[in-house]
C-alpha cells in the first residue's frame, strides 16, 4: 500500500464512516485498485458497508419491512447485503437509463372492463372494480379470480355499482354505493380465506359525497356541498374523528398527508386543510409569474405496432417489447394555435392532485402540469412561490374529467395526455429539469396508453411503484366463458353464461390491468395458466411479455379492429378472431 493510503492512515472505524458517503459506483472503483481495499470493502466489512446502500425499499414513514412496493420480487432473491445493494443500483440505473428495459404484464379479469384497480405487493393479489359493476379480487402471479362481489345489475345485496370508485390500504377496501354512502370491507380476518373480504361498516352521509381517499388508516371525503370527512379507520366501526368546512362544488379529487387533506376546486386551485382542527392551511394555484415549459407530444404512428395484441386465457401473448419513447421538457410555454379552445393558464380547471413528501402535483383540464418542489413552502408564502413550475402539454381532449388520474413518486410524475401516458422525472429536489445546467438530465419518457385508436379509453386508474408502473390500458381481450369460480355468491356472470349459450370464445373492447416492470433482469418462469389450471378454463387470463417484439403493421392491427367495428354478428366476430390468431 501507498504511505498515503488511508487503510495505512486511517483507522477502520473512520474509513468505514468515510464510505458510508462513498458513491457505489466509487466503492467498486475502489475494489479494483489494491487487494488491500479489495480485502477491506468485499471481505472483512462487506456486511457493514453494503448493508448503509441496501436498505428495504418502503413508503415514506413505514417502519414494516414487509411494506414493499414491488411487483418482480427482483430484490427478494438477494443472499447477502452486497448482492442487494447490486440489485437496487442496476434497478436505479435502469429507471435512469436513456433507453430502459421493460417487461410487459396485461391481465385480464373476467368479461367487465376494468375501472379502478389497487395491487397488493404483500398479499400478492389486486382488487378492482368494473365499468359493469361488481368487485374482484385476482392472484398477481396467476392470474386467477380468487373472490368476487357481483354487479347491482345482478343482485341488490353485497353488491357493487358500475363505475364504483375504490380505495384500498393493507386489506381494507372501501367502494361507493348509489345513495351517498360507503362501504368498508376487510381481509384477512379470522375465518376468512385468502382474498376474501367481509364488510365491516356502511357510512352513510347526508350531503353527495363526491370522492374519497384512504391513506395511513385515514378516510377522507370530500362533497360538492361545502363539507369534508376525516374517519378513523384503525377503529372499530370507523370513527368519524372530523367534520370540516369547505369551499362547496369541490371536484372530487383529493390527497392527504399524515396531518394535511388537499381539496381540488378546478378554476380555484387547491384548497389545503389541517386533518385535526379542519383548519384551512390556504390555496395553491400557479400565478402568472411561475415558470413555464412544455413538451411535444410524441409521435404514435411507430409505437402502435408494438402494442396491438391481447391478452389470452390458457396461453401466454406473443412476446413484444414495451417500447418507451423519450419526451423532451422545453423552455418556456407551448405554443398553442390560434383560435385554440383551451383556456388561459389563470382561467384553468385543475383537478387530480398528489402530494410526496415537500412536493406537490397538481394535473389540469388542459393538460397542465403545476410542479410544486416545497407546498408547505409556498403556503407560507400565499401561494406565491419562486420555485413553482407549470408544464404544458399539447392536449385538446376533452374526455377527461378534469385532469384524470396523476401519480407522482422517487421524482417522476406520471399522468395521461391524449393518447399516451408521459412519466416526467425532475431533479433531486424536486424542481423541472433544465437543459444546458451542465447536470445529468434524468430521461422522461411516454408509452401509448391503449393499443389502437379505436379501442380509445381513457386512464381510469395509474401508479408509480418501486420497481414499476400500472395503469388500466384499452385493447381486445377474450370473452371467458367460465362461471365456475372461488367467489362471494353462488351467482354467475350473465355475460359469461351468454358466452356458454354463444359458442365459442369471442374478441371484444376491454379495459386491463397493464404493468411495465423495470426490474433489469427477467423474471423467474411462472407456469403459464394453462398449466396451473385445471381443463375448467380459468375466470381471468394474465400474459407476460419479454423484451423480443414480433413487428405487427399498423394495417394488419387495423383490420382486425375494423371487422369489430362492423355489426354483421357472430360471424364478424369470429373473422375477427381468425386474424388476430393469424397475427400471433
Not at 493510503?5 to 464510505?19: N, Q
Not at 376525516?230 to 399524515?258: K, N, S, W
Not at 423519450?326 to 383537478?351: I, Q
Request: hydrophobic share 35%; proline share 7%; with cysteine.
Amino acid at each position: 500500500m501507498a504511505a498515503g493510503d488511508p487503510l495505512m492512515v486511517l483507522p477502520p472505524e473512520l474509513v468505514l464512516r468515510i464510505l458510508e458517503f462513498t458513491p457505489t459506483s466509487s466503492l467498486a472503483s475502489l475494489t479494483t485498485t489494491t487487494k488491500g481495499w479489495h480485502q477491506f470493502i468485499d471481505v472483512t466489512h462487506q456486511e457493514a458497508i453494503y448493508s448503509v446502500y441496501s436498505k428495504p425499499i418502503r413508503p415514506i414513514g413505514s417502519e414494516d419491512p414487509a411494506d414493499t412496493t414491488s411487483f418482480s420480487r427482483y430484490l427478494e432473491g438477494a443472499t447477502s447485503s452486497k448482492e442487494l445493494c447490486k440489485r437496487q443500483t442496476l434497478l436505479s440505473g435502469n429507471w435512469t437509463s436513456d433507453q430502459p428495459s421493460t417487461t410487459e404484464s396485461v391481465l385480464q379479469i373476467g368479461n367487465g372492463p376494468v375501472w379502478r384497480f389497487r395491487p397488493d405487493f404483500k398479499r400478492r393479489f389486486f382488487v378492482s372494480t368494473s365499468q359493469a359493476g361488481g368487485f374482484n379480487v385476482t392472484d398477481m402471479d396467476s392470474g386467477k379470480l380468487l373472490w368476487r362481489l357481483p354487479s347491482t345489475l345482478q343482485r341488490d345485496q353485497d353488491s357493487v355499482r358500475p363505475y364504483a370508485h375504490l380505495e384500498y390500504e393493507d386489506g381494507m377496501a372501501v367502494f361507493d354505493r348509489e345513495g351517498n354512502a360507503l362501504e368498508v370491507w376487510q381481509t384477512g380476518l379470522d375465518g376468512l380465506r385468502r382474498g376474501e373480504f367481509k364488510r365491516l361498516a356502511v357510512l352513510p352521509h347526508e350531503r353527495q359525497t363526491r370522492g374519497f381517499q384512504l391513506s395511513g388508516g385515514t378516510l377522507c371525503v370530500a362533497s360538492t356541498e361545502g363539507e369534508g370527512l376525516v374517519y378513523d379507520m384503525r377503529q372499530q366501526p370507523p370513527r368519524l374523528t372530523r367534520r370540516m368546512v369547505i369551499a362547496e362544488d369541490a371536484v372530487g379529487h383529493l390527497y392527504q398527508d399524515a396531518g394535511v387533506v388537499m381539496y381540488s376546486m378546478g378554476e380555484r386551485g387547491y384548497h389545503f386543510y389541517d386533518k385535526h382542527s379542519g383548519d384551512s392551511l390556504g390555496i395553491l394555484k400557479p400565478g402568472p409569474a411561475v415558470s413555464r415549459y412544455h413538451i411535444p407530444h410524441p409521435d404514435r404512428a411507430p409505437e402502435i405496432a408494438q402494442h396491438g395484441s391481447t391478452a389470452r386465457p390458457f396461453a401466454p401473448s406473443m412476446p413484444r417489447q414495451a417500447g418507451l419513447v423519450p419526451l423532451t421538457v422545453k423552455n418556456g410555454p407551448l405554443m398553442r394555435d390560434r383560435g385554440s379552445m383551451e383556456a388561459p393558464l389563470a382561467e384553468d380547471e385543475w383537478g387530480a392532485g398528489a402530494l410526496d413528501g415537500k412536493l406537490m402535483v397538481g394535473f389540469s383540464r388542459a393538460g397542465r402540469v403545476y410542479i410544486c418542489p416545497d407546498w408547505r413552502q409556498a403556503l407560507q408564502h400565499e401561494g406565491h412561490y419562486e420555485h413553482s413550475a407549470v408544464i404544458e402539454c399539447e392536449y385538446g381532449n376533452t374526455d377527461f374529467d378534469l385532469g384524470g388520474w396523476l401519480s407522482v413518486r422517487n421524482h417522476r410524475v406520471m399522468f395521461e395526455v391524449r393518447d399516451f401516458i408521459y412519466i416526467v422525472a425532475l431533479d433531486d429536489e424536486d424542481n423541472v429539469q433544465r437543459l444546458g445546467t451542465g447536470s445529468k438530465i434524468r430521461p422522461s419518457y411516454a408509452y401509448p396508453s391503449y393499443s389502437a385508436s379505436q379501442l380509445a379509453e381513457p386512464v381510469s386508474f395509474m401508479a408509480l411503484f418501486d420497481d414499476c408502473v400500472m395503469s388500466t390500458h384499452g385493447t381486445l381481450g377474450w370473452r371467458i366463458q367460465d362461471s365456475n369460480i372461488t367467489a362471494g355468491d353462488n351467482d354467475s356472470d350473465p355475460d359469461e353464461e351468454n358466452a356458454a349459450e354463444e359458442g365459442p370464445a369471442r374478441i371484444f373492447p376491454t379495459k386491463m390491468i397493464r404493468t411495465l416492470s423495470f426490474a433489469p433482469q427477467a423474471e423467474p418462469p411462472r407456469a403459464a395458466l394453462w398449466e396451473a389450471s385445471s381443463s375448467t378454463p380459468s375466470s381471468s387470463s394474465i400474459s407476460r411479455e419479454s423484451t423480443r417484439a414480433p413487428r405487427y403493421s399498423q394495417t394488419e392491427l387495423q383490420r382486425v379492429v375494423s371487422l369489430l367495428d362492423e355489426d354483421d354478428g357472430e360471424d364478424r366476430e369470429l373473422q375477427a378472431l381468425a386474424a388476430l390468431l393469424q397475427l400471433g
